[in-house]
């Protein structure tokens, strides 16, 4: 195993569904923010998928799915004006839950749990920001899995 390298649980990643890959934000404390994200995560059922030490810590269930690293050049993390990284739930009580565990981590509000769109028929999203002021949506479109 790499010194760079723990916690992987596959060897090769599984192809689970279309684009996007994986996505990432960065952070100037990547042992504060793994605590945030574990919680986060958790709501999904997703655990730590691979850690590089001092470098990045990446969650998934079957491969690589989005992860929280320190700047490659060595300079400050920033937030990307108009970027935004959304995730998909399978019920509206998982958006609920996922946008109160972030406020509870130390995220803020940037929108409560609701449906969106004209008349309210829209998907049910809720936003909120990491402590680090990265942009996330949580949301479900259409009715609950069954």
């Not at 990045?56 to 004006?81: C, H, M, Q, W």
């Amino acid at each position: 195993m790499n010194d760079m390298t723990v916690n992987l649980k596959i060897t090769q990643p599984e192809r689970v569904r279309g684009l996007p890959g994986h996505s990432t934000v960065g952070t100037g404390n990547l042992e504060a923010a793994g605590e945030f994200y574990d919680k986060l995560m958790a709501v999904f059922g997703i655990g730590r998928f691979l850690v590089q030490p001092g470098r990045a810590v990446y969650y998934g269930e079957r491969t690589l799915e989005f992860g929280v690293i320190k700047p490659f050049d060595g300079g400050p993390a920033s937030v990307g004006n108009g970027g935004m990284v959304a995730f998909e739930a399978r019920y509206r009580a998982k958006v609920r839950e996922a946008y109160a565990t972030a406020l509870r981590a130390g995220g803020s509000d940037e929108g409560a749990p609701g449906p969106r769109g004209e008349n309210g028929e829209g998907p049910y999203c809720a936003y909120f920001r990491d402590p680090e002021g990265n942009k996330f949506l949580v949301y479900r479109a259409g009715p609950d899995e069954v």
